[in-house]
């Protein structure tokens, strides 16, 4: 609490922009000293303005302030780049007379001056790479103030406004301001399924026919209407496009350079061919994924119904908990193991922008997040129900382990009297959409928290005693650690513990919720109230999530997007695969005993199981196609007004040109006023004999019988009587 | 052969740019007059000049031809829309300057000059509708030579190159030139399944799985392909978005006049959920259109096999022929009947723009289209082969019609003897893609050519007889009919041909192309020389529908577009069809007997086929994906080229941006050269407080101690020493 008023006493943030983290560690003391000349050199080249401070043992913070003129007029190159590809529609105003709009623009527009490279006008400053990798850091400060006050006000409200909304971009930039907009999106069409899957639930059960496709096509709506909140979004936030202004990696290792024809200029080139032969890695990638996490998921599996069914010896109870460590253990260290080679393969891609290779990384996390979250269901579901019967025989393999504890008679029950556990499924899907969302929401928010506390206790008590040490010792440095200015000792307390934070990846908090969309998509036939619980869970997710960007990390750089991304496909395969399934689950559980199979395996047929998939698939795609063609017709209303501003700049310089034309006019006779000579048969006949004579070409000829319009009018009419007489002549001689 | 030598030796057409055929048969004469008049000086106003001749006995010609100033200026206007809308990259050179680029371009722009409303720079006449009713056709004239010329090459090569499409697009705009390109891209690919396809016949014939993968990876290909090559000519041709210039339908009818909020105009409105409950239509539609034609094809079909594999009475050879006839007289009616149908529909859903009309329309023409062509082959294999036994004891009905004539013992083979034709689908098959492909070029090319040719005689033919009759009358008009200027007599003669000429429909041809690739995607499998049909069919086609649109229509209206349009989604739609349809195929007819049912019906099993289909169909939907991502990576020349100069654009106009500011720059003192007073530890601190005294605003007090670069460093460098000997001692303590 002191700190934030105090912060707010010494004026916000002492009008810092952004801190550069400092980390002379590891190089040696005259190389750091002239490595920090050029820092400042650099900056100060730029147009920016520097205070430095001590940061911890082996670092210095140094605070940037961008001059007035020179924000400007970076805000103002900023904005033509933008104009030229077509981002913005109107040219923008003269540098003298630009604002940066919000503080995301100023931010990003700043943190463009230290970081583009020098021939686009930056100080070419690269974090963490390069020569510059004494430069752990680069971050802006977070305005404590606001953040609280918003955190109390949403906690007391059901729904953010848009001009909530418009403050999250407008203070953390579009990319945390569509993840928001996306949250707040989902939790509001939650409303919908969470009523009518708690009605279904209450009145019909699980598995109902009505539950499943309403669910499906809530899914098929859902996503079209995100894709077009992204339309109006990005519309209203003036970002449509911006996936056009590529930045190009840094990492990106050129095979070539080549003079580009167009342009003349020399480039760097990765042939697109070579890098498809090396996408194909991620054929082998899926196999090992699926195969070292499904032989895992699988092995615990069959341990714990061999140790729930089966088993019936000693320690039963507390046998029962070792899947559960196994699965708590093994996989999270597999999948660590898969996430870094799925990285080493994206790097080995060289994907030559940021964007591609931040999709094709998600497109591989995926696969990884898509087995670890629903293979368990789906092998309750597909193998264990229907095939139990003749696999649970080969858990024979366990009694082996277990004979030398126990004798062998009662130690395990016998394979006949085996019988599927009913409601096995069901508690499997209530576990993963309610339980193990609560404890990612304590692992992801609560946990890193109390653990950032208790680190910063520690190194304070480490400190003191250190301190105590040093005491006795006669040479103690005169400019000792935090021998800062009285009055901004609490505040540069706050940047430090700040600069220590971990930097976000909105990209995160995205996966946690698609894969949360897939459990409702793939399974909640089985337990209708999954909505419920999700709507429930969202409400404080959407709280949380903003509590831990404020308090867990660093404040995230604004990045400009225009939709979130891969995420957005995946929504739709989810959703796609989810007509599989639940067709699938509701064909093998739905119904009494008389009119369906139950979950009774005998009773399933295959040929009938695989017509209800056939038909649910494609009944999914054709409603999709129609309500795609249906929302493509609706166009959002920001779209709209865009779409009219743009018109507008179009007609108003159409006009200037036609007014332009018509200024012109005067000078050229007007050819209606004309007046014809007089016009007979026989002086239209010599005009012809004339110029037939006059010029040899028949074109001319052709032009000149008839000289103006009215001339033309004239032979015409001519025709038209002689015509409409002759035919009137006819009828009367009929 | 005389026409076209004599059109030359009176130079090209005569300058004319269009014909206007104006009829005023069926209005009085004083209103044709007064509307004529109008006609010339609507026409005159917008700088056109114009001709009147005689047209038949109930019509006038008005040839028209602008002004070389004037058009200049309607070019001008047209690309500084397509600048405005990003059609173009560069801003167009003035007025002056200008020429159309093309005759394409030219005749487009005339059009327009002609057509386009008052208030956008035309002169608002709309042929065949509203007051303009009277306005019969607007067309340009016929090349002939070139057209001529054009055919005999063509007809020594086998590839058109990218200049002759070019040359093609030029002369009659980019529509046409788009089809054309489609169908030589077509004809281009179908060489490797032509080839392939005879090999594994040869080797494998028919069935075969190797054909079956092979053929559907091509479809694939080809219809991705196929996208990337309309990206890369729209941007040859400078068409790229062509379709954000939507043209409003003239039969629009709004249903309020609503103040739209961005522009401030009145537009009208027709409300897009009212559209759609409108559109629901299609799926009734669709159902008469499903059961409509699909109880002739089946009704017709079971009087075949009744009469083929049943009947065994007097005139069997015959009455064979009979389900023939019965289906070529039906299904074409009731298809017209559909077709009119589907037109009315159509104009109920009262669409605002062209292009959407044409979108919709198409879908239900394919519909219908769907029906008639793949109907039969559908019928055969999916329910004659597999249900025929089933079905064929219900065929009885016909014996009763039968019975009147024939003793009933010999009449009829027994049910029980029936056995199902093994080669009746591959036969079907081959009149599909053979006979119906010889025959359609009939009658779309030979046919209509005779047609018109003795039509033209009859005309000739009854003329004289009239003229004869006529020559007793006394009261001949001077103005007789065809009293031409002799030098003309040959011109007007072809002229008044032309205008009697149907208007070409470019869908219609692509339509059949599409239908083409569907037999291709969805059946080759049962008979792989259908692509070797396709692509001898395909060199003729080619060149019989530039032979068709130069004789037998009117010279089409340039129009500009980006893509063959909603064929694009159908051909995509008939290659995911055809990964179902194949597979089902192969699964129910490949193999020897010990290895697959092979037409067997009691060896299909219901849950191999469907399985078979399912992974089919995935697999399918995979590759697809997978070939999109890998296309989507090459970028197509043309473009590549357009990006480039798009890029340098930008780069130039940023440049010129930076320069400006660069020159505004000597008046800022420079922060680098800044030599700050001499540094000292007391100094500074005596800053400190002189300048605690002066600020109250903490934040300027904090920015006040290190001024310039130089004394932050200077403080840094303090750190940085202190800090690094503070290790050393500690070190050097332990």
New interface residues.
Partial sequence: MATATEAN????N???DYVIH?S?GDSD?AQ??AQ??KL??T???V?L????R?GD??S?L??V?ASK?RLN?AV??SR??DW???IRNAEPEP?SSIEPQNEAERLRVINHMITLPSEE?GAGITPNHGEWKNITGLLPLHDEETNKKWLHEWSQKTFLSEEDLDQIRDKFGESVGFYFSFLQCYFRFLIFPAVFGFSCWFLLGGYSIVYTLVNSLWGIVFVEYWKRKEVDLSCRWQTKGISAVRTNRREFKPEKEVR????GEMRGVFP?TK??QRQLLQIPFALVSAIGLGVIIATCFAIEIFIAELYDGPLKSYLIFIPTILVSALVPTMSAVLMSIATKLNDYENHETNDAYDTALTRKVFVINFITSYLPILLTAFVYVPFASHIVPYLDIFRLTVRPFVSKEHATADCSSFKIDPHRLRNQVIYFTVTAQIVGFAMETIVPYIKQHALREYKEYNKKRNGKSDKD?P?R????AYDD?V??KEFLKRIRNEVELPVYEVTDDLREMCIQFGYLALFSPTWPLVPLSFFINNWIELRSDFFKICKEFQRPTPLRCDTIGPWLDTLGFLSWVGSITSAALLYMFSGDSQTGPNGQPTDI???AL??V??FSEHLYLIIRYAVQT?MN??EPPNA??E???R?????R??ES??QA?ANEEPA?KD??SETPSELTRTALEED?RRN?GHSA???E???M??R???E??K?????????????D?AKK?Q
Same sequence: chains 1, 2.
């Fill in positions: 006493a010494l004026g916000y002492l009008k810092v400092y002379f003391q750091a000293i920090l000349e400042l050199r900056l100060a080249n147009g303005q520097s205070e430095v001590q043992e082996a210095l140094v605070f302030r003129r007029r103002y190159r033509v780049r030229l590809y077509g540098a006008g580009d024809e167009g342009t697109a890098r498809m010792s040479e440095s005169p400019i000792m200015p009055e901004e047929k295959g040929w695989l017509l998939i056939f249906a017709r609706l709209r007004k779409r009219g501003e018109y507008l700049m179009r007609k310089y159409l040109t036609l034309e050229e050819p209606v012809a037939s070409d028949p074109a000829r052709f032009w019988r008839q103006g319009w009215s033309s009018a032979v015409g009419t001519g025709i038209i009587l002689a015509q409409t007489s002759k035919g002549n001689q």
